[in-house]
C-alpha cells in the first residue's frame, strides 16, 4: 500500500473579510498564487512533478468561479501540465482536499499533489452562490434547513451551554491565539502576502483581538436571535420538540469570524519525495467523512473523528492532539463532550473563534497548524476535524514521521 | 352565451351571459364558446377593423370560480394537468389578439373567473362594496391553476404577488385597487363602460410584459439578490405559521420562485403542476369538505328547524359593553343593523362604541369600509344606561360577565321593556342556559348566543337550546346569525356546549401525556406542530385549571356511575390545590408569567412530574391529543349535542381550532381511513383506557366502506 505523506503545509495570514480588511486589496486568485508559490520556493519544486492540484472553495463563483484552482496555477506561472480542481463540502472543503489529494496518492495513480483552499469573504461574500438548501423554499421547508448560527444556538440549548459557558470558550481561544502569536508558534506555515511591488499586506492575522475579556464578550448582542424570529426557530423546534425555546447564545465574540485566506499542502508517496529530496513531516494515517442530521448541522465530527478512529483501529484516547474546528462555540463543546477530550489537548493555539474562518481555506490552515504544534510539542498523533454544513462531518488522522 | 356587440370606434364590447344559469361560472363550456370569438376578433384584427375589446357580463357576478365538484372528483394528474393547462391556453389566446382588452368587472370575480380578469390588459371595476375579487383558492387548500399566479408574479412582483394569493382574502373593490389586482374603479357600469373606452382608445398595443422585449417582473426575480432574501424570509415565516401543514402556500411560494427564473409559458406549466399536485393532495380534500361543501350546507339552512318565516332583526340591543359585547355591536353595524349599548352608566356603554370605532378605523385603512359607511355605521350605535331603550328591539343578547346572579338580573331589566316577541340571547360560556332561563318570563323565547373571542374574526355562533327555547326561537336566533355573516350551529345545552367541552379532552389528554412522563415542552411544541393553535398545557393555563376540572366534574356528574376518571384529573387536583397554580391569572399554572405575560414552563413542573419518556414517538403524541378530540367529537353527534357532522366538523375547527387543514373533527377520520381509525382507537383503548372507546354510531360503520358525513 502506497502511503500519503505531507511534505509541507502553507497559509497565508487571515484578513478581515470586510472593505477594511488588508486583503480585500488583493484578488482572490493573488491569495491561492501566494500559496502556489510558497510551496514552489519552500521546496524548491519543479512544478512539472505535481500531478494534480485540488483546491476547495466555498462559494465559487465569480472570482472564485470556473475552477480558481487551474486558473491560480495558470497565473502563478506554475508548468501547463498541471491540473487543477475546485471542490466544494462547504467549511471542510481546505480538509477535504487534503484528503482527497491523499486517496490519489495513496491509490498509486498520482505521486505528488497540492491540495488546499481559498476564500476572499470580502470579495466574494458567503451565500452569493445561492442553492437550492437555503434559496429554494421548497428545499428548504422540506429538508428544515436552517441557519447555521441557530443550529449552534440549538445545540447550545439542548446541551445546557448557557452564555457564560461559551463566552468563557471563546476567550480561551482569544488567549492561546494571542499566545502563540507571541511565541511565534505559527511562523513555520504563515506566508506574509504582497502586492505586486513586493509591498507587505498583511503578515499576521488580523481579527486578534488581545485586550478582549469575558465582560466585553458578554455585552454583544446574540446574532442570531432576530433571524431566528423569522421561523427557523420553529423549524428547530419542529425537529427537536423537547426543547421550549431555542437560547441564542452565539455572537460575533464566540462565532469564527468572516475573514480572508488560502492554505496549500503539498502531498505525496514516498519515493516521489525521495526522488526530489522532500522530507516527509507526516503521514496521513485514517481520514473520516459523514452526514448527520441535518437541521442541528453541526454535530457532524465526532462521528466522522469516531470513522477515521476505527479505520484504523484505535480510540479518542490514542490522539495525543486534537483540532475542532471553532466554527460555533457550542459546537466545540459538544464535541469535546460527546469524545471526552482534555482541554489541554483541544485546539492549544486557539482556533476560528479568535483568528476566523475563510471557508475554503480553513481545513488546510487546520491541518498545518496542528502539524506545527506537533512537532513543537513532539507528539506522534493527531486528529484535524471540522463541521459542515447540512450536517456532514469531516476528519484526518496525522501521524509524524 | 357571449354576445358580440360592435361599436362606431371599433370596440367590440363581449358579453358573457351563460344560459340556464344564475351566474357565470368557468368551465369547458365557455372555454368552447370563446374559440369562434377570438377567431372572429383575430380576423377582425387582420383587417384593421378592430380597436379593443371590453369582457363584461350580463349578470349579477362577473365570473365565478372553478368547478369544485368536479376537482374533487378528479383522480387522474394528466387529466386535471390538461384540464388546467387548456384554460391557460383560452386565457393566451383571449390576452393576445393583438388588441387591448379591458375586463369591466360589474360582479363578483373570484378564483378561475378572476384568472381570466388577470388575462385581460387592464380591470376595471364597479364600486359595489358587495363585489369580492381575488384569489381565495388557497382556503380551500389549493391554488389558482390556469397562470394566474403568474401573472401575479409579473404584474405585482413575487413578494405581493404571495400575499395576495396566500392571504385568502376576497377583496373589495377599494382593497383590490389598494393591493393592485385591479387598474381602475368605476362608480357605476356606465362610468366603468366609459373609462374601459377611453383607455381602449388611447392604448395601441395589447402585449404583455412577459411577451415584450426587455419586458421584466416587478422588483426582480428569486435570482436577484435582496429578493432571495425576502423569500428565505417568507419561506421562513411560512413554516412558523404552517408547521409544513399547509402545502397550497408553501406551492403557490415555491411556483413564484420557480416560475421567476424561467420564460413566461414555462411558468405556467410549472404552476399547473403544482396545481395538479394540490388537486390530488389530502390536504385540498379536507379543507373543500369543510370549509366548501360543509359550509354551504349550514348555510342553506339544512338544521334550520323548518315552518318557520324569515326573521329580519333591524335593531338590537347588546347589554354589557366588554370586548364581547363590542364585538357583537360591530359585526351587527357592519352587517346594517341598529345596535342599542347598555351598561351600568352611559360612559361606560360608550367604551362599546369607541371600539368599534376604532376597528372600523383599521378597516378604513385596509380599505374595507369607506368613510362614509363608517359614520353611517357609528350613527346606527345608541349607548345608553337604561333599559327602557330596549323597547324596540327584535333582540336583546347579554354579554355580562360570567355570573348567574348578574345575569339573570340583567334579563329581567331588559324583558321589563322588551315586547313579547323579541327574542333574548344569553352569551353564557358554561352555565347552562336552561338555568339561567329560569329568570326569563319568557323561556320560549330565551336562546344561548354563544360568540367567541375576538368576535370579528371567529366565524362561528354556537346557538344554545335549553329546555324551554322553542324551535321556532332556534329558526330565528340562526336568521340573526346568518345576517351578520357568522355561522351558525345548532347545540344542546350541555356542559360546555360542543366547542368547550371537545377542547377540554385534548387539554386533559395534554395533561395525560405530562403525567405519564412527556417533556412539557414536548407537549406543547408537538400540539402546535400537528395544527392546534395554542399547546394543551398553555391553553389549560389560559382557561385556568379550575375551568378545565369543572368541565370534567360536570361530564363525571352527567355520566354518573359510568363515568371513569381521567388520568388528567389527579393532575389537576395536585396544581391547583397542592401548588397553588391555577393558571394564567395568578401568573402561576404549568407556566410561569412575568409582568409582561412571557411565559417560560415552570422551573419545578419536571420535579413534580419527571421526564421519563426519552424515545416518544412523534405520532402516537400527535394522535392521542387529535383522537381525544375527534371522538369526543362523535360522543357529541351520539349525544345529539350537535346535529350534524358539517356542524361539527366547522364547530371544530372555528370553535377550538382543531387543524384546518384536516378539515375538522369528523373529516379527519375520512382522512384517516375509518376502519384503520377505528382499529388505532382500539389500540390505544388498549394501552391508555377507555376514553379511546368508540362510540357506536362510528363503529356501526366500520366495514361498510362508507365514510361519516
Known amino acids: 500500500m502506497n502511503e500519503a505523506y505531507i511534505f509541507d503545509a502553507v497559509r497565508t495570514p487571515r484578513g478581515k473579510g470586510k472593505r477594511e480588511g488588508a486583503l480585500y486589496q488583493v484578488k482572490p486568485i493573488h491569495l491561492l498564487a501566494a500559496t502556489l508559490n510558497a510551496i514552489k520556493e519552500r521546496n524548491q519544486l519543479n512544478t512539472k512533478e505535481i500531478d494534480d492540484a485540488v483546491i476547495g472553495c466555498v462559494t465559487p463563483v465569480n472570482d472564485q468561479g470556473a475552477n480558481i484552482a487551474k486558473a491560480a496555477l495558470l497565473y502563478a506561472g506554475w508548468d501547463e501540465g498541471v491540473g487543477g480542481m475546485q471542490i466544494n463540502r462547504f467549511c471542510a472543503s481546505g480538509l477535504e482536499a487534503v484528503n482527497l489529494a491523499a486517496m490519489k496518492v495513496r491509490s498509486g495513480w498520482e505521486d505528488l499533489v497540492v491540495a488546499g483552499g481559498i476564500e476572499s469573504m470580502s470579495r466574494v461574500p458567503l451565500e452569493s452562490d445561492g442553492g437550492a438548501l437555503m434559496f429554494d423554499p421548497e428545499v428548504q421547508n422540506k429538508v428544515g434547513y436552517i441557519p447555521q448560527g441557530v443550529a449552534a444556538d440549538l445545540i447550545a440549548t439542548i446541551e445546557g451551554f448557557d452564555r457564560k459557558r461559551v463566552d468563557a470558550y471563546a476567550l480561551q481561544s482569544y488567549q492561546r491565539a494571542n499566545f502563540a502569536y507571541e511565541n511565534n508558534y505559527f511562523e513555520k506555515s504563515i506566508i506574509p502576502i504582497h502586492d505586486k511591488n513586493g509591498l507587505v499586506l498583511l503578515d499576521k492575522d488580523e481579527e486578534l483581538r488581545p485586550n478582549t475579556n469575558l465582560d466585553k464578550l458578554s455585552k454583544l448582542n446574540p446574532a442570531f436571535a432576530e433571524i431566528g424570529s423569522w421561523g427557523y426557530d420553529t423549524m428547530a423546534l419542529n425537529k427537536y420538540p423537547v426543547v421550549e425555546r431555542i437560547e441564542h447564545v452565539h455572537t460575533a465574540g464566540n462565532s469564527s469570524g468572516v475573514v480572508d485566506g488560502a492554505s496549500l499542502v503539498l502531498v505525496g508517496n514516498k519515493e516521489k519525495g525521495a526522488a526530489l529530496g522532500l522530507k516527509p513531516r507526516a503521514r496521513i494515517l485514517s481520514i473520516g467523512a459523514l452526514s448527520t442530521e441535518p437541521t442541528i448541522m453541526l454535530q457532524g465530527p465526532a462521528p466522522a473523528a469516531l470513522k477515521a478512529l476505527k479505520r484504523v483501529g484505535m480510540t479518542p484516547k490514542d490522539i495525543e492532539l486534537w483540532e475542532m474546528n471553532e466554527a460555533f462555540a457550542a459546537a466545540v463543546l459538544k464535541f469535546q463532550q460527546d469524545m471526552d477530550i482534555s482541554d489541554d489537548i483541544l485546539n492549544v493555539n486557539g482556533g476560528a473563534i479568535a483568528m476566523g474562518h475563510p471557508m475554503g481555506a480553513t481545513g488546510a490552515m487546520l491541518l498545518g497548524t496542528l502539524l506545527d504544534e506537533m512537532e513543537r510539542r513532539d507528539l506522534s498523533v493527531g486528529l484535524v476535524t471540522m463541521c459542515v454544513a447540512s450536517g456532514m462531518g469531516v476528519a484526518t488522522i496525522l501521524e509524524r514521521i | ?709
Open chain 2, 1 to 709: 352565451m357571449i354576445n358580440y356587440k360592435k361599436d362606431t370606434d371599433k370596440i367590440v364590447t363581449l358579453t358573457l351571459n351563460m344560459a340556464g344559469r344564475n351566474i357565470n361560472i368557468i368551465n369547458h363550456e365557455i372555454g368552447k364558446a370563446f374559440i369562434p370569438v377570438v377567431k372572429h376578433l383575430k380576423a377582425e384584427k387582420a383587417k384593421g377593423e378592430l380597436k379593443g375589446v371590453i369582457i363584461t357580463s350580463g349578470k349579477k357576478t362577473f365570473l365565478a370560480g372553478g368547478d369544485l365538484d368536479y376537482l374533487m372528483s378528479a383522480k387522474d394528474a394528466e387529466e386535471i394537468y390538461n384540464f388546467s393547462q387548456k384554460l391557460e391556453s383560452f386565457f393566451k389566446d383571449l390576452e393576445s389578439p393583438g388588441v387591448p382588452v379591458v375586463a369591466a368587472i360589474n360582479g363578483t370575480a373570484l378564483g378561475t373567473g378572476f384568472e381570466m380578469a388577470l388575462a385581460c390588459h387592464h380591470r376595471i371595476v364597479i364600486d359595489d362594496p358587495k363585489i369580492r375579487l381575488g384569489h381565495p383558492e388557497v382556503t380551500l387548500g389549493l391554488m389558482p391553476g390556469s397562470g394566474g399566479v403568474i401573472r401575479l408574479l409579473w404584474g405585482l412582483g413575487l413578494e405581493q404577488a404571495y400575499h395576495v394569493l396566500t392571504d385568502g382574502r376576497r377583496y373589495t373593490p377599494n382593497e383590490a385597487l389598494k393591493v393592485g389586482i385591479v387598474d381602475d374603479i368605476a362608480k357605476d357600469e356606465h362610468e366603468m363602460l366609459e373609462k374601459a373606452k377611453i383607455w381602449l382608445m388611447k392604448t395601441n398595443e395589447g402585449r404583455r410584459p412577459w411577451h415584450s422585449e426587455g419586458g421584466t417582473i416587478p422588483h426582480g426575480t428569486a435570482r436577484d439578490k435582496n429578493i432571495a432574501q425576502i423569500i428565505r424570509k417568507i419561506a421562513a415565516e411560512l413554516m412558523h405559521y404552517t408547521h409544513n401543514n399547509y402545502p397550497a402556500k408553501q406551492a403557490i411560494l415555491n411556483t413564484l420562485v420557480e416560475g421567476s427564473k424561467v420564460d413566461f409559458d414555462t411558468a405556467t406549466k410549472i404552476q399547473s403542476r403544482n396545481f395538479t399536485n394540490l388537486v390530488l393532495g389530502k390536504e385540498f380534500r379536507n379543507m373543500a369538505k369543510a370549509f366548501w361543501f360543509d359550509f354551504n350546507e349550514i348555510k342553506s339552512g339544512g338544521n334550520r328547524p323548518k315552518g318557520y318565516g324569515k326573521f329580519r332583526p333591524k335593531k338590537i340591543g347588546i347589554i354589557g359593553a366588554g370586548t364581547m359585547g363590542s364585538g357583537i355591536a360591530l359585526v351587527s353595524v357592519m352587517r346594517g343593523l341598529e345596535v342599542i349599548i347598555k351598561d351600568i352608566s352611559k360612559p361606560v356603554a360608550d367604551r362599546g362604541k369607541s371600539y368599534v370605532e376604532k376597528k372600523l378605523r383599521e378597516y378604513i385603512d385596509r380599505g374595507r369600509v369607506s368613510e362614509t359607511e363608517k359614520k353611517m355605521m357609528l350613527d346606527k350605535i345608541t349607548t345608553t344606561e337604561n333599559s327602557k331603550s330596549f323597547e324596540d328591539c327584535d333582540l336583546v343578547i347579554e354579554a355580562v360577565f360570567e355570573n348567574e346572579l348578574v345575569k339573570s338580573k340583567v334579563t329581567q331589566e331588559a324583558e321589563e321593556h322588551m315586547d313579547e316577541y323579541s327574542l333574548f340571547g344569553t352569551n353564557t360560556l358554561s352555565i347552562p342556559v336552561s338555568k339561567l332561563a329560569k329568570a326569563s318570563n319568557r323561556p320560549e323565547n330565551y336562546v344561548g348566543l354563544h360568540f367567541f373571542p375576538p368576535v370579528d374574526e371567529v366565524p362561528l355562533v354556537e346557538i344554545v337550546q335549553g329546555e324551554k327555547t322553542s324551535d321556532e326561537t332556534i329558526a330565528r336566533a340562526f336568521d340573526f346569525v346568518k345576517q351578520i355573516r357568522k355561522i351558525p350551529i345548532i347545540v344542546k345545552d350541555n356542559w360546555g356546549f360542543y366547542a368547550a367541552r371537545v377542547q377540554n379532552t385534548f387539554i386533559l389528554e395534554g395533561i395525560t401525556l405530562l403525567q405519564e412522563g412527556y417533556t412539557p415542552a414536548l407537549i406543547d411544541n408537538i400540539g402546535i406542530q400537528a395544527g392546534m393553535p395554542k399547546g394543551a398545557l398553555e391553553l389549560a393555563d389560559e382557561l385556568s385549571l379550575e375551568i378545565i376540572l369543572k368541565y370534567e366534574q360536570q361530564a363525571a356528574e352527567h355520566y354518573g356511575a359510568k363515568y371513569i376518571q381521567h388520568p388528567a384529573v389527579k393532575v389537576l387536583d395536585k396544581m391547583i390545590n397542592e401548588y397553588k397554580r391555577t393558571g394564567k391569572k395568578r401568573k402561576a399554572g404549568f407556566y410561569s408569567y412575568d409582568e409582561n405575560g412571557n411565559k417560560q414552563l415552570w422551573e419545578e413542573l419536571t420535579e413534580h412530574f419527571p421526564t421519563t419518556q426519552c424515545n416518544y414517538s412523534r405520532e402516537e403524541v400527535i394522535e392521542r391529543m387529535l383522537f381525544a378530540q375527534v371522538l369526543e367529537a362523535v360522543w357529541c353527534y351520539q349525544e345529539k349535542i350537535i346535529r350534524s357532522v358539517a356542524e361539527g366538523n366547522l364547530g371544530s375547527i372555528h370553535g377550538w381550532g382543531f387543524p384546518p387543514y384536516k378539515g375538522g373533527a369528523f373529516q379527519y377520520i375520512n382522512d384517516y381511513g375509518v376502519d384503520t381509525f377505528i382499529e388505532k382507537c382500539q389500540m390505544y383503548e388498549k394501552a391508555h383506557g377507555q376514553r379511546f372507546s368508540v362510540p357506536k354510531i362510528l363503529l356501526k360503520k366500520k366495514g361498510t366502506g362508507e365514510l361519516i358525513e
